[in-house]
């Protein structure tokens, strides 16, 4: 498809770029860091969602190359916002599966983090539940190879991915992210609420940390800080914003 052709062209000419969500505590609502997000603004096709282009080029050699722009563009960002004085906090990358299972994503990361003398900390790593049913093993071995250079992982749209639950033992996980789709209506239908009351007191019970995606509302906050959950992401708080905008923020007295 077009997608393919042009996304190559797309990273030299300047038409991708990232903007970054604010994750926030419940507790404080401060803001405890990002997630990093793709941004496609083609010069025919106008505005392009990484929904659509994503998928077209998630099981080729492609997403590797535009996953590495993205460690790389998020790691820049990082030291020059050292360099300028800034305080920093971590940014959680999307990375897909074929990503994933490449031998060449540790290598990768850890050359960017080096090169610019980072702390790997800074650096949260999702991965959808979807991309870690099958191939158990590789995803397990990765993920080992993740924790050894110090990278914090999350288990992204938490709850839709059919997966056993027997792999958040085996699996070296950090995060859970509650998919936006038990969120939506977790104040008002009972069993959304069931669900992320499930999944919060698994996260707690784990000792994992539990974001809830996609929060919109005030209800919905309140419902999921009773519950516990310890981080939320979302429109109420704030949409994904430019990088000169997270300067702003991480600039503001926490
Ligand atoms: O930001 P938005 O809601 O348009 O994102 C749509 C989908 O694209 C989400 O599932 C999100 O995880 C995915 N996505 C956004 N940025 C990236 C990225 O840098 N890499 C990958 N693999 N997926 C991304
Ligand atoms: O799959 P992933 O969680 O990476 O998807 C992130 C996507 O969710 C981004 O494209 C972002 O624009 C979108 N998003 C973030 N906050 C909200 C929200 O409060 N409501 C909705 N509907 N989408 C959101
Ligand atoms: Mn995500
Ligand atoms: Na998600």
Redesign the pocket.
């Known amino acids: 498809s077009w997608i393919e052709n042009e996304l190559p062209n797309a990273m030299q000419q300047h038409q991708l770029y990232?903007?970054y969500?604010p994750k926030v505590c419940c507790v404080t609502n401060n803001i405890v860091g990002f997630?990093?997000?793709?941004?496609w603004q083609h010069p025919e096709h106008g505005f392009v969602?990484?929904?659509e282009f994503?998928p077209v080029i998630?099981n080729t050699n492609l997403?590797i190359t535009?996953?590495e722009w993205?460690l790389s563009e998020v790691t820049q960002q990082l030291a020059n916002w050292r360099d300028e004085g800034l305080p920093l906090l971590p940014i959680a990358?999307?990375?897909?599966g074929y990503?994933l299972h490449s031998p060449t994503l540790i290598p990768y990361i850890d050359q960017c983090l080096r090169q610019r003398s980072l702390n790997p900390e800074l650096i949260e790593i999702?991965i959808?539940e979807g991309a870690l049913t099958g191939n158990s093993d590789e995803s397990i071995n990765a993920m080992r190879a993740l924790k050894e250079i110090h990278i914090k992982l999350a288990i992204?749209?938490f709850g839709t991915g059919y997966s056993s639950l027997s792999y958040l033992k085996k699996f070296p996980v950090d995060i859970l992210k509650i998919d936006r789709a038990f969120v939506r209506e977790c104040y008002s239908n009972k069993e959304d609420a069931a669900i992320c009351k499930a999944i919060i007191s698994l996260a707690k019970s784990l000792e994992l940390q539990i974001v809830a995606e996609g929060v919109e509302n005030q209800a919905q906050l309140a419902f999921l800080g009773v519950q516990g959950c310890d981080v939320y992401q979302g429109f109420y708080f704030s949409k994904?914003v430019d990088a000169d905008k997270v300067s702003a923020l991480l600039m503001e007295p926490a």
């Open positions: 990232l903007q969500q997630e990093a997000l793709l941004r969602s990484p929904g994503i998630e997403i535009v996953g993205v990358v999307n990375i897909s990503h999702e959808t992204d749209d994904a």
